[in-house]
């Protein structure tokens, strides 16, 4: 039974890396959706597959100021992130489904490190590093728009 549980779990690095290795572009013809962050607007690229949300950002090499990616979860969990093959230094934000940013998180490209969310999310917007600094958004500040319309 071990045996059998080690193949597995081999068969399934060399298959995930396979496809991670076919898909070394980004992806780019995703969905839309316009949110707001108080009056500053985001055009945001939606992913809500798990093929979608397993490359997210990966492999872009640049990405318009007011340009990001909503991750959307089937249900609120908590949700961590990494930025293994993403070369744009990024913020996440954790967002509840009301809109609100639970956390924010700092993300340097190409590492490992693992970022989570304090408390069970369905959303996670990754912008620009820096985006919501430099615009006073923090842990309180509300998104709207999109599925946070009310």
């Known amino acids: 039974m071990k045996r059998l549980l080690i193949q597995l779990f081999f068969l399934f690095v060399v ?20 949110l707001t962050a108080g009056m500053f607007v985001i055009h945001a690229q939606v992913v809500a597959t798990p093929e979608q949300r397993a490359i997210g950002l990966m492999f872009r090499k640049e990405m318009p100021a007011n340009e990001g990616m909503l991750f959307v979860f089937e249900q609120p969990a908590g949700q961590c992130f990494w930025m293994k093959n993403t070369f744009l230094p990024l913020t996440a934000a954790f967002v509840a489904d009301d809109g609100t940013i639970v956390n924010l998180a700092d993300m340097q490209p190409q590492s490992l490190d693992s970022h989570c969310s304090i408390r069970p999310v369905r959303y996670v917007l990754e912008m620009h590093q820096g985006w919501f600094a430099k615009r006073g958004l923090k842990a309180g500040s509300k998104l709207a728009g999109g599925p946070f319309a009310r």
């Open 15 to 34: 298959l995930t890396g396979t496809a991670w290795s076919q898909q070394e572009s980004p992806q780019m013809q995703l969905p839309k959706v316009s």
